[in-house]
């Protein structure tokens, strides 16, 4: 496996692929890989010939009061867990590689598929994530690249700029991977003590006991959110960001659950933001 850090070299390397007609899928990650990451590799191996996987914290898509500098970082890591999935590059650029001086061009998906959710707590975060994206899709040109469901506002973000923008690149979506108890794999998971890690695993017990609601017969959104708030407020260690529900492509707000339905929430537990959702055929 090569460990690239110039666009210069992954540029190469791509030029020689497509020369001997490879298919090319790419992982894009912030690094401190979990098992969430390692999936989206073991997925992209199975299905193209190279497999690229770009490691860059990406300062544009963190508020000034967010953990850019303290996110976690550990390439030699990452490259060896990647390395064990089958990857074949790994991109790890620095900061100015990706924004030299005098940077000043932005992508942005404009309306309520960035304004909702993560987008009304983190005003311009998905400006930051589009920018980098579509940076990442113009370097390595792959025939799709792998995202993980956790993020599904990104994921439906990315989807539509792909679509607008006509990027010839399938977004392939990936199921959340979970711990034991029900806890979405994230990075920022390491943030936890002992006493909120157990605390964390709430959100993940108010979502799938959604499930047992609507089959039920319950459809009214609004009873569906306070029975989350209600039963993530049973932790005293929790402050919530948001519990919405939304169509799961547009996220826009819904009447009824019917259709593809996204019930998704953020929530802070000590120093860290966790997300989590589920989507729902009705």
Do not use: W
């Not at 190279?50 to 303290?70: C, H, K, L, M, R």
């Not at 890591?77 to 940077?103: H, K, Q, T, W």
């Not at 392939?172 to 108890?181: A, G, K, Y």
């Amino acid at each position: 496996m090569k460990i690239l850090n110039s666009i210069k070299d992954v540029r190469a390397e791509i030029k020689q692929a497509r020369k001997n007609s490879k298919s090319i899928g790419m992982v894009p990650t912030m690094g401190y890989l979990h098992e969430g990451h390692l999936s989206l590799v073991k997925r992209a191996r199975e299905e193209n010939n190279i497999v690229i996987v770009s490691i860059f914290v990406n300062p544009t898509q963190f508020g000034p009061d967010e953990d850019y500098v303290a996110y976690p970082r550990d390439i030699e890591r990452d490259s060896r867990l990647v390395e064990g999935e089958g990857a074949d590059i790994v991109f790890a650029p620095e900061v100015n590689e990706m924004y030299p001086d005098g940077c000043s061009t932005y992508v942005e998906v404009e309306g309520n598929i960035t304004k909702k959710l993560c987008g009304a707590s983190r005003p311009g975060h998905f400006k930051g994530v589009t920018t980098i994206v579509t940076k990442l899709f113009n370097i390595i040109t792959p025939d799709r690249a792998y995202f993980g469901q956790k993020d599904a506002q990104q994921v439906a973000v990315i989807e539509k700029m792909v679509k607008d923008l006509c990027f010839d690149i399938e977004i392939v979506p990936c199921p959340i991977i979970r711990e034991e108890d029900g806890l979405a794999k994230s990075s920022r998971n390491m943030y936890l003590n002992e006493k909120e890690r157990k605390a964390a695993t709430i959100l993940s017990k108010a979502l799938f006991n959604v499930k047992e609601i609507i089959g039920k017969g319950e459809i009214n959104p609004s009873k569906i959110e306070k029975f989350i708030v209600d039963t993530i407020n049973t932790e005293a260690l929790t402050d919530i960001d948001y519990v919405e529900i939304v169509n799961a492509r547009t996220l826009e707000s819904i009447r009824k659950i019917k259709g593809d339905v996204l019930i998704a929430l953020a929530v802070k537990i000590g120093k860290a933001r966790l997300i989590d959702n589920i989507r729902l055929e009705a």
